[in-house]
Nanobody, 121 residues
């Protein structure tokens, strides 16, 4: 029904920056929220940032002041600007969206395939 495609991951040095993007496409009626999760080896997937449509943003404590989430609602796209990156930010980052489709009577979650961010010198 819906595809979420991430881009922008890569290798950066500590203190560097990356900008991730995620575009949703398909049978979209409306999007209630878009956000980013990440998962490091041996750890649970955790929320990084989320931006509800018409609501306030929410960040994990570990990224507050360093990461900024933004959305282009017309393009069904969410971005994550990551500054002052630390080695502990290394993870696979997944795009997430809560979407109502033409074939459903309620919203459901969709996930991107993930993009790897590696912070290392």
């Amino acid at each position: 029904q819906v595809q979420l495609v991430e881009s922008g991951g890569g290798l950066v040095q500590p203190g560097g920056s990356l900008r991730l993007s995620c575009a949703a496409s398909g049978s979209i009626v409306s999007i209630n929220a878009m956000g980013w999760y990440r998962q490091a080896p041996g750890k649970e997937r955790e929320l990084v940032a989320v931006m509800p449509t018409g609501g306030s943003t929410n960040y994990a404590d570990s990224v507050k002041g360093r990461f900024t989430i933004s959305r282009d609602n017309g393009k069904h796209t969410v971005y994550l600007q990551m500054n002052s990156l630390k080695p502990e930010d290394t993870a696979v980052y997944y795009c997430n969206a809560d979407i109502r489709t033409w074939f459903g009577d309620r919203n459901r979650e969709f996930w991107g395939q993930g993009t790897l961010v590696t912070v290392s010198s």
